[in-house]
Every structure is written in structure tokens, then in C-alpha cells.
């Protein structure tokens, strides 16, 4: 049974003063999660992330289509309870502190007394907030708030984890903490989902990504699979202070530094680029070949120039 | 995904049972506070406080108090009580508020003037209160004219009465009938004519039509009183011609007395009873009437002119 | 009861509580004790009336003010702040989260009221030296202003679970004013006519009946209260609650948050 079946959820907004202007936000979506697996969500400003997750947990209701969770209906409490939630930019009720409102979430999912006080503890020290546990919340920083939702999106044990942009405001010590949790979280069997810009990230931990875009899915797989498909790259780097043109016309990147000059291209321009270098007696000091990377992927799915149009939609 | 259907029918049921839950509550707490909510106003010692109380929103206060006397008045002529005695205390306490509101003290000079069961039995107080209402509004024919009324139909006091209307003449716009009624009054006092003339002066001016309602009544009164007295001695004028009495208004019209069979002001044909005298066919309907009643009549307890009666 | 709904009414009196809204009750003492000791230097014979007068009149409209505030801060703040999404997301119903919030803030009316009536009570001992027997009426008094706390609340939730904080306020709050006149409109409506008649009459038996739930002229002149009113007010105001809630539970049951 996947944890997660995305059955062609899709969202219209009626947007203006009279609800008369429709805005897709999201188009009929198709996407399954295995158990067990960490699965990245990605795409840029406004491509329609947090949406689909708000719809996948019902806090917004879908225009078409369904969602199940655990083979169940997210409507349902005994589903809700397999599953921890990171919102976007969390924030909580500021006049508790961090140990009472997990103490308050962990009532609400019904964990029990003497075990409720055990967790929460060892839940504090875990993302960090052992010493921070009697402060009020209103005086927390944004990273602390971020840990803070952490903690109550995986206080109660769940199965799934649906975290929406869990690095965010977060240092980079705090963000190698969170990766460090999530694999952790894989290794306990619990399956990850979670949307984030930053593709570093996603690559290195994810199992299997989605790229969305404007409300559409423009492609899904390891990122391995992904990458394989996206044209190599090589760098050209010689002296001179100038570029001849034939050559600039076949560079995706040009750069002129001092007397070197510093040239990106397609791999399978490399011959002609060699030649036209040689016809203009110019000193070539380094070719090396890019390493393609989800980024490249990512931008040549979504990029504003987008090199292989069509690819994936 | 969806919103439980479990939940909605469960808290649709319990709106749709709950509202109708309140309306059947809200018609019991009405019925049993029904005068209770008026009565506060036995404790407004001074209406003149209540006016500084309600900081500047006197007038939607008057509105208020003027609509509740209304409604006093016509639920408590509706039960048949002959007690009124929140009216005066409502009446005053309006016109407190606000000085200006013409028809409260029309109202007065109609309903807390006119004798039980058919007002309050107060003409002194209501003259009172038209007269303050005079010094607030001193260009107002119309409440010199009911100054006048009050003291002419209620009060008996014909000289007073035309000083009332004399003045109310001389403002301007003033409603011409003033001065032939200031005129009139010297020689005619008591007349049923005299009478008419006021009815009829209340009838055409009032926007109330409560008040229009209980005028155009006493008009009616006055007619049936007048066409049964005219009859009456025409029936007296066959007697002395035959030496008997008529037995239908036919033995009258083919003697020449009558031109056709006489209609009261509802079109209902007058009777001729065997003892020559003549009655209406609906006393209820006529209230005020002095004549034309059944023998033994026994009135309604509340008297008929409301429109929706 | 439902452990979630008690766990989310403790957590609204405690809000209520941190974030100092008993404070009015610092300034309703002043206000008592000033007007206590005033009236006592100044008449005789009407102490008690001004006293019961001046101190009913702020009880409920101290309450009614705190009842409409906060009372939208329960659905309103929640969705604006999306601190709702952590809550909702949890096994709890939406009906749970709209009857907890209710039983939270009734409570912390109460509690408010509690305090305010032992400082109403404290202020007509110094006035009078002792209690009376028609000192029972003004709590009767009270009784029916802690009713119409209750409906106010249930209205301000049914507002804000569909309206921006500051309208649902406003509705509130002119309901409020339109209920404390609720006798005199279905007089209103009693002398329309035609379709308006029916239109005035079916507003005038929706809108809250604030009117009979007001005693505290009648108290104030040591006038009883008959138990049949008692009887009657505490079934409506129970049933009226009960619709208002149902009406935010269907409202916000379809709700999609922000
Ligand atoms: N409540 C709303 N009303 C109208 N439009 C909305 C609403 N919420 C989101 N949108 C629109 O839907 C689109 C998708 O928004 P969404 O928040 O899902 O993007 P996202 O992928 O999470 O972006 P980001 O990475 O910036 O968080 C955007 O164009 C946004 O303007
Ligand atoms: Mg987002």
C-alpha cells in the first residue's frame, strides 16, 4: 500500500472582490509515495507546493479529484493521527511555552500522560530546545519557532511525515541537523514528505523528487533517472581578454576575468569549439566537464530560457 | 476531503429544531412580559434624566418610546382592558425626548382624551400635554387644534375651546376651518354640526390612521344619528296622516316621505321595527351611534374602529 | 465530555488568561468602589438603586465588550495566524475545535462575571450595612446577564467563522444593540403590513431576545423575578447558543483556510 496516492487532486481560486476571477493554482495531479521512501516536492514561487500539501492534509478543499493517506481519507481522526504536519512558516499560540504547547498537541493526538511528559522531553532535546523549554514562545527566533514545529509534527510518532519547507530560516548547522533527522526518520521506517526550493537538499536526500511548475508536474523520479536525460556540459577556460564570435555564439556562459576567459557549453560542442579556438590561436588552459545536477534539471524543467522545451510535460 | 455529511446533517437538524425552538420560546416570554417590559417606565421618575441618559440619540429613543406606546395602546384596547394607565407616562416620556414628534400629541388629545373604554379617561392630562406641546412648537395649527378638541368634545369647555381654535388661526397655514370654527363656536356649541366639523377637520388632517380610523367612526355616528332622527319624524308626520304606524319603508315611499329605502353609512338598509322605531343592522360595526340600537343592545367590551377590526 | 474539547476549552482560558483580558477587573473595582463610596456620601435613600444600577449596567457591558473581543480572537485570530493548522491537522474535529473554544471562553466569562458580582455584592454591604432579601434578584440579575454573555459568544464565533475579525465584530456588536431592542422590533413588525410584515417578523424572531434577559431596572427597585422568566430565558438562551453553534460548525465545516 503506498502511503500516499495522489488521485488528480486539482485547485481553482476564485480570487476578486466578487470570487469572479477563476486562478488555477493547481492542474489534476497525479503522484505516489511509497512507504518507506523520503520524496522531495519541488518547484519554484508559486508553483503550487503548499496547496497541494493544504489540500493532501484538509485544511482546503480540492475542486477535483482525491487524495488517500495510508489507503484511508485524511478526513478521517484515525488517519490524521498516523501523520505529523509542518506548515509553511509556522506559528503557534506565543503565550505558551515550547514544553506546554507540545504538552497541548500531545493531548490533542491523544498520547497519554505519563508518556506524554517522557516524549516531550526527550522531543525538546532532540531538535535542540532543551534549555528553551520553559520560554515563552513570543520570544523565540524563527529558527527556533522552525524547530518547534518540527517537534510537534513528530511528537506522536507518526508514519508520515509531510513537512512544508522544513529548512527554512534555519542556519546552516540547523539545517544539517534537520537533514540529519530526516534520515534518521527514514531509518525508524517512517515515510518523508516534504517541499523545499533548495535542491541541494533534495538531492541529497531524497529517494524520488517531483518538479512541479505552475501548477503542473513537469517530472518525477530518482534524482539519478532525472539527471541522466539532461545534456552534459563541459568548461572551456583560455587566455585572452576577448571571446571570438563563433564561439560566443555556442556558449551558454561567458566569462572574462583578468586575462583568462571562462566558457560554458553543450558537450557535444566541444569539437567545434576546440577548432575555432585553434583557427583563432588562442592558448587553451583547461577543459573539464560539468557534473549535470538536479539544479540543471531543475532549471532546464522550469528555467525562464528553458534549453530543452517540451521535456517532461 | 469532503465536509462530513454525518456532521452537516447533524448540525442542520439542530439549527432547523433549535430556531424553531426559540420562536416558540420567544412567544411564551412575550406573552408573559407582554406589559412587564412597559411598566420600567413607572420608574422614570424624570423624563428629562432618560433624555440626557441616552447621549444624544434622543430621537431614535423617541422613536422607540413613541412605537411602544402605539403598541400599548392598541394591545391593551385589543384585550379589552379599560385601563391605560402607561399611556400617559409613554406619552410624555416621547414627547420629552423629542419635543417635535407632532403625532404623539395628536395621539393624546385623541385616545388618552376620549372616555373608557374607548382611551384613557384623561382629558385634563392630555390637555396638559398638548399644551407643552404647543410651547415647543408654537407654529403648529394642528395642536391648537387639538387643544381645542380636547376641551370641546371631552372637557365641555366651549369658551376655552374657541380661544384654542382662535389662536391656532392666526398661524400661519393655519387650516382655514380654524376661524370658521373660532366663529362657530360662540352660537353652535353643542351642535351635532359642530361636531361633524371637528370629526371631519380630524379626519382630513391626521397621517395616523388609528386616529383617522376613530374619526371617520364618530362621522359615521353622527350620520346614523342624524338620518334616524330624520326618520323619525317622518314616520311621525304618517302616523298623522294615516293614524297608524308604517309597516315598511314602502308604505313611507309611496306616500311621498321618503324617495327610496334609506341606507346607513356602511350600505346596510336601516329596519323598521313594529313600533315605528328604526335601527341599524350592525350595532357592533357602529359604535358611538346615541340611536338606532337594538333594544337592550349590550355593546362589545372594545369598540370597533381600528382598521383591522 | 470529549477529552479534546476539554483540552482545547482549558487552553482558551488559559490564553484568556495570559493574555490579561481579567484585567478589566481591576478597573470594574475602581469603578465599584469609587461609586460605592460616592453614593454613600451623597443620597439616602437611592444608594442601593444607583449601586445595583451602575454596577449591573457594568457588569454586563464589561463582559459583553470582552465576550465579542475575544470571542472572534477564537476562530478569526486562529485562521489569520494559521496556528489552526497544527490543531486541525491533529485528530480533532472542526465541530471539537468550535465547541471547545465556546466552553473556554463560557468559562472565562463566567469566572470574569464571578468576580465582578462578588464586587457588586461588596459595594451594596457598604452601602447598606447588611444584606436584603431582594439582594437574591440582583443575583437572578446576573444570572440572565451571564445568559446573554453566552449567546453573545456563541454569535461571535458563528461570525468570525466566516468574516475578517474586525467585521465579525461589528456583527456582533450591532447585534447586540438590535437584540436589546428585540421586544420593541417585533412590535415593529407587528404593525407592518404585507410582505414586510413577514420579512420585519422573521427578522425580528432571529435576531437574540436581549430584552427579556434584562431585569436590572425591575431588580434594581427590589422588584421579584418570577421563576417562570428564570425557567423560560435559560431554555432560550440554551437553545439559541445551540443554534449559533450549529450554524459555525456548518460554516466552518465547509471552510477552506487561508
Ligand atoms: N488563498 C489563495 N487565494 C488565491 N490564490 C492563492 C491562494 N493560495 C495560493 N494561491 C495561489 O496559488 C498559487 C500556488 O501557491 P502555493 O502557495 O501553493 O505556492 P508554493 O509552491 O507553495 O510557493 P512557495 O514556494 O513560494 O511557498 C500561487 O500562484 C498563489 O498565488
Ligand atoms: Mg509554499
Not at chain 1, 490533542?108 to 511528559?117: D, M, V
Not at chain 2, 382629558?123 to 403648529?140: D, F, Q, T
Not at chain 2, 327610496?260 to 322605531?277: E, I, N, Q, S, T
Amino acid at each position: 500500500m503506498p502511503a500516499i496516492e495522489i488521485l488528480g487532486l486539482e485547485k481553482t481560486y476564485h480570487v476578486g472582490f466578487w470570487r469572479k476571477q477563476a486562478k488555477r493554482a493547481l492542474h489534476p495531479l497525479q503522484l505516489t509515495v511509497a512507504e518507506g521512501e523520503i520524496f522531495g516536492f519541488l518547484g519554484p514561487n508559486g508553483a503550487g507546493k503548499t496547496t497541494t500539501i493544504k489540500m493532501l492534509m484538509g485544511l482546503v478543499f480540492p475542486s477535483g479529484g482525491t487524495a488517500r493517506v495510508l489507503g484511508g481519507s485524511i478526513s478521517d481522526p484515525a488517519v490524521r493521527a498516523q501523520v505529523g504536519f509542518l506548515p509553511e512558516q509556522p506559528y503557534f499560540y506565543d503565550y505558551l511555552t515550547a514544553r506546554e504547547l507540545l504538552e497541548y498537541y500531545g493531548q490533542l493526538s491523544g498520547i497519554p500522560g505519563q508518556e506524554r511528559r517522557q516524549k516531550v522531553k526527550a522531543m525538546l532535546e532532540r531538535v535542540g530546545l532543551g534549555e528553551a523549554g520553559n520560554v515563552q514562545l513570543r520570544k523565540f527566533s524563527k529558527g527556533m519557532l522552525q524547530r518547534v514545529g518540527i517537534a510537534q509534527a513528530i511528537l506522536h510518532d507518526p508514519k508520515i511525515v509531510i513537512f512544508d519547507e522544513p529548512m527554512s530560516g534555519l542556519d546552516p548547522m540547523g539545517r544539517r541537523e534537520v537533514r540529519d533527522l530526516i534520515e534518521q526518520l527514514k531509518q525508524e521506517g517512517k515515510t518523508v514528505f516534504f517541499s523545499t526550493h533548495i535542491l541541494s537538499d533534495a538531492e541529497a536526500l531524497c529517494d524520488r523528487v517531483a518538479i512541479l511548475h505552475q501548477g503542473q508536474l513537469r517530472g518525477v523520479g530518482a534524482v539519478a533517472e532525472l539527471t541522466a536525460n539532461v545534456q552534459g556540459k563541459i568548461e572551456l577556460i583560455w587566455s585572452g581578454t576577448t571571446a571570438p564570435a563563433a564561439l560566443k555564439a555556442i556558449s551558454a556562459e561567458l566569462h572574462v576575468s583578468g586575462d583568462t576567459v571562462r566558457a560554458v557549453l553543450a558537450e557535444d560542442r566541444q569539437e567545434s569549439a576546440l577548432d575555432i579556438l585553434k583557427q583563432s590561436g588562442l592558448r587553451l588552459i583547461s577543459l573539464t566537464p560539468v557534473r549535470s545536477s538536479l539544479e540543471d534539471y531543475f532549471v532546464s524543467q522550469v528555467g525562464p530560457d528553458k534549453i530543452s522545451a517540451g521535456a517532461g510535460s | 476531503m469532503k465536509a462530513s455529511g454525518k456532521v452537516t446533517i447533524v448540525a442542520g437538524l439542530l439549527l432547523l429544531g433549535s430556531l424553531a425552538g426559540s420562536v416558540v420560546l420567544l412567544r411564551k416570554i412575550d406573552r408573559m412580559r407582554s406589559h412587564a417590559s412597559l411598566e420600567e417606565v413607572l420608574y422614570i421618575s424624570s423624563p428629562k434624566a432618560l433624555k440626557r441618559l441616552s447621549l444624544g440619540y434622543d430621537g431614535l429613543l423617541a422613536d422607540i418610546y413613541w412605537t411602544r406606546a402605539v403598541q400599548y395602546f392598541g394591545a391593551t384596547h385589543s384585550q379589552g382592558s379599560e385601563h391605560y394607565e402607561l399611556l400617559a407616562p409613554l406619552l410624555e416620556i416621547t414627547t420629552t425626548l423629542d419635543p417635535h414628534l407632532l403625532v404623539a400629541y395628536e395621539y393624546g388629545a385623541n385616545f388618552m382624551a376620549a372616555k373608557r373604554p374607548n382611551g384613557a379617561g384623561q382629558p385634563e392630562e392630555a390637555a396638559k400635554l398638548v399644551e407643552r406641546g404647543i410651547e415647543s412648537n408654537p407654529h403648529e395649527w394642528r395642536l391648537y387644534y387639538n387643544l381645542g378638541f380636547i376641551y370641546y368634545m371631552e372637557l365641555k369647555d366651549y369658551p376655552k375651546a374657541a380661544a384654542a381654535f382662535s389662536q391656532g388661526s392666526q398661524v400661519s397655514n393655519a387650516h382655514p376651518f380654524l376661524k370658521v370654527l373660532a366663529a362657530q363656536m360662540a352660537q353652535h356649541a353643542g351642535d351635532a354640526e359642530m361636531a361633524r366639523m371637528l370629526w371631519t377637520t380630524t379626519y382630513e388632517s391626521t397621517q395616523d390612521h388609528m386616529i383617522r380610523a376613530n374619526a371617520l367612526a364618530h362621522l359615521r355616528a353622527l350620520r346614523v344619528d342624524q338620518d334616524i332622527t330624520a326618520m323619525e319624524e317622518r314616520i311621525e308626520m304618517y302616523q298623522k296622516r294615516t293614524g297608524k304606524l308604517p309597516e315598511s319603508f314602502a308604505d313611507l315611499i309611496q306616500s311621498g316621505l321618503l324617495p327610496g329605502v334609506p341606507l346607513d353609512p356602511l350600505g346596510h338598509a336601516y329596519k323598521l321595527m313594529d313600533d315605528g322605531r328604526v335601527e341599524v343592522r350592525t350595532p357592533d360595526d357602529l359604535p358611538f351611534i346615541e340611536k338606532g340600537k337594538p333594544l337592550g343592545y349590550v355593546p362589545p367590551k372594545v369598540p370597533k374602529f381600528l382598521p383591522s377590526d | 465530555m470529549n477529552r479534546r474539547v476539554l483540552h482545547i476549552a482549558r487552553n482558551t482560558f488559559r490564553e484568556a488568561v495570559r493574555d490579561r483580558v481579567l484585567y478589566n477587573l481591576i478597573a470594574f473595582a475602581l469603578l465599584m468602589s469609587g461609586a460605592a463610596i460616592l453614593v454613600g456620601q451623597i443620597s439616602i435613600d437611592i444608594e442601593r438603586l444607583v449601586v445595583i444600577n451602575l454596577g449591573l449596567t457594568a457588569v454586563s457591558l464589561f463582559g459583553v465588550v470582552i465576550a465579542i473581543f475575544i470571542g472572534i480572537g477564537l476562530v478569526s485570530k486562529e485562521i489569520d495566524r494559521r496556528t489552526l493548522y497544527t490543531i486541525l491537522t491533529r485528530p480533532v474535529r472542526r465541530w471539537e475545535f468550535i465547541t471547545g473554544k465556546f466552553f473556554g471562553l463560557a468559562g472565562t466569562l463566567l469566572v470574569n462575571t464571578l468576580c465582578m458580582a462578588v464586587g457588586v455584592f461588596a459595594a451594596l454591604l457598604y452601602v447598606s450595612h447588611r444584606f436584603q432579601r431582594a439582594d437574591g434578584w440582583v443575583l437572578v440579575a446576573l444570572y440572565f446577564i451571564v445568559l446573554q454573555f453566552l449567546i453573545i459568544t456563541a454569535l461571535a464565533l458563528l461570525f468570525s467563522a466566516f468574516s475578517t475579525p474586525l467585521m465579525s465584530a461589528v456583527f456582533a456588536f450591532a447585534l447586540f444593540v438590535v437584540g436589546c431592542f428585540s421586544e420593541d422590533l417585533r412590535g415593529f413588525a407587528a404593525m407592518a403590513h404585507g410582505a414586510e410584515k413577514w420579512l420585519a417578523t422573521a427578522a425580528a424572531y432571529v435576531i437574540p431576545n436581549f430584552s427579556a434577559l434584562n431585569v436590572i431596572t425591575s431588580v434594581a427597585h427590589g422588584q421579584p423575578v418570577s421563576g417562570q422568566l428564570v425557567l423560560y430565558n435559560t431554555i432560550y438562551a440554551l437553545i439559541y447558543v445551540l443554534m449559533a453553534l450549529s450554524g459555525a460548525v456548518l460554516i466552518f465545516e465547509r471552510r477552506n483556510l487561508k
